[in-house]
């Protein structure tokens, strides 16, 4: 089973950086993403950052350079660098781990394990 703690969220004014850092504990397989999605009362899930176990990196496309995502691989750990927040930034975050895999009885499939959500708050 798969564990995911987050840390990082509160609130800021606009202008300001926040740090989020999610750190994965159980069995991470090798091939697996870990990233950052965010949610806006009354609005979808979307991505925010993720980083693949192969170092390859999305980014939504509101983030326009502002935010960076890296990855300890040692500690299972991916840290989401965000400066200048903006009101619009504000939303619960989650964490998101992604383990890959595949067989010849499920075919390839996904596993994916969330984190419990933590609060930005961007006020003007």
């Known amino acids: 089973q798969v564990q995911v703690v987050e840390s990082g969220g509160g609130s800021v004014q606009a202008g300001g950086s926040l740090r989020l850092s999610c750190a994965a504990s159980?069995?991470?397989?090798?091939?697996?993403?870990m990233g950052w999605y965010r949610q806006a009362p009354g609005k979808q899930r979307e991505l925010v950052a993720r980083v693949r176990s192969g170092g390859s990196t999305s980014y939504g496309d509101f983030v326009k350079g502002r935010f960076t995502i890296s990855r300890d691989y040692g500690m299972n750990t991916v840290n989401l660098q965000m400066n200048n927040l903006q009101p619009e930034d504000t939303a619960v975050y989650y964490c998101?781990?992604?383990?890959?895999?595949?067989?010849?009885?499920?075919?390839?499939?996904?596993?994916?394990?969330w984190g419990q959500g933590t609060q930005v708050t961007v006020s003007s």
């Open positions: 998101n781990i992604a383990i890959y895999g595949s067989s010849i009885e499920r075919g390839e499939w996904t596993n994916d394990y």
């Open positions: 159980g069995s991470i397989f090798r091939d697996n993403a």
